[in-house]
């Protein structure tokens, strides 16, 4: 439907000799996983940050293995373990309540497996940006009557964010470059659309330019966004200083 599309157009050679859809579907496919990885990651950043900076040892000793343990191996070997432990956990549970088999849907999987690997990364980010909020700030609130959660708020958050975005903006890429490796769990993203491609017309290395190109346009668009909340962040900082 793409190709009559493009060629009713006059398009016809961005069709990508038939394989426009399959690279469009392959490519939306990256989006999602990508997007919700990095929900999921967020996520488990701010509660990693928070249990490092926590007193509470039992809080903070287990977000310190959990960081240290996941950046210090490959995230390709993470991702090949987490998966099928994921999926042998599951089976096993299932065979000892004697229900039937269940397999994981390998998106899903994909999505807690990102966010699982990359919410170490957003831990250190994000509790480097705690800390280099001014403790003055929290005692201010503090003083005013606000509780931790208005404190987080109102007056963490926002100035956590300014200092925390481009590291975020630095993890955005990497995260949307690493869903590369969700082929190998057999989910059709835009790599693994363009080697099929590529192995079909035996024109690999024109199609993988073209991945490279898509993967491109998303992260330069991407990142005029998060530019924005730059700016928008730090506005109130900016307007400071003058």
């Given at each position: 439907?793409?190709?009559?599309?493009?060629?009713?157009?006059?398009?016809?050679?961005?069709?990508?000799?038939?394989?426009?859809?399959?690279?469009?579907?392959?490519?939306?496919?990256?989006?999602?996983?990508?997007?919700?990885?990095?929900?999921?990651?967020?996520?488990?950043?701010?509660?990693?940050?928070?249990?490092?900076?926590?007193?509470?040892?039992?809080?903070?000793?287990?977000?310190?293995?959990?960081?240290?343990?996941?950046?210090?191996?490959?995230?390709?070997?993470?991702?090949?373990?987490?998966?099928?432990?994921?999926?042998?956990?599951?089976?096993?549970?299932?065979?000892?309540?004697?229900?039937?088999?269940?397999?994981?849907d390998p998106f899903a999987s994909g999505v807690v497996t990102l966010g699982f690997i990359y919410g170490a990364y957003f831990t250190e980010t994000f509790r480097g940006a705690i800390l280099a909020v001014p403790r003055g700030q929290m005692e201010a609130a503090t003083a005013y009557g606000l509780s931790r959660?208005?404190?987080f708020r109102y007056v963490v958050f926002p100035q956590m964010m300014r200092f925390a975005l481009p590291g975020i903006s630095n993890n955005w890429q990497v995260v949307l470059k690493a869903t590369a490796l969700v082929s190998i769990i057999g989910l059709a993203d835009l790599v693994k659309a363009a080697q099929d491609a590529g192995k079909s017309t035996y024109e690999?290395?024109?199609?993988?330019?073209?991945?490279?190109?898509?993967?491109?346009?998303?992260?330069?668009?991407?990142?005029?966004?998060?530019?924005?909340?730059?700016r928008r962040y730090d506005h109130g900082s900016r307007e400071a200083l003058r």
């Amino acid at each position: 439907m793409l190709d009559d599309l493009l060629q009713h157009l006059g398009l016809a050679a961005f069709s990508l000799k038939g394989f426009g859809p399959l690279l469009l579907q392959g490519t939306w496919m990256t989006i999602k996983l990508s997007v919700l990885s990095l929900l999921v990651a967020v996520i488990i950043g701010l509660l990693g940050a928070s249990a490092k900076l926590s007193s509470v040892g039992i809080l903070r000793i287990p977000a310190q293995i959990y960081t240290t343990l996941i950046r210090g191996v490959p995230d390709l070997v993470l991702m090949l373990l987490i998966f099928y432990s994921l999926q042998t956990w599951v089976t096993n549970f299932t065979d000892a309540m004697n229900w039937d088999y269940f397999e994981i849907d390998p998106f899903a999987s994909g999505v807690v497996t990102l966010g699982f690997i990359y919410g170490a990364y957003f831990t250190e980010t994000f509790r480097g940006a705690i800390l280099a909020v001014p403790r003055g700030q929290m005692e201010a609130a503090t003083a005013y009557g606000l509780s931790r959660s208005q404190r987080f708020r109102y007056v963490v958050f926002p100035q956590m964010m300014r200092f925390a975005l481009p590291g975020i903006s630095n993890n955005w890429q990497v995260v949307l470059k690493a869903t590369a490796l969700v082929s190998i769990i057999g989910l059709a993203d835009l790599v693994k659309a363009a080697q099929d491609a590529g192995k079909s017309t035996y024109e690999l290395f024109y199609f993988l330019i073209i991945a490279a190109f898509i993967y491109l346009m998303i992260t330069t668009t991407s990142n005029f966004f998060l530019r924005w909340l730059e700016r928008r962040y730090d506005h109130g900082s900016r307007e400071a200083l003058r």
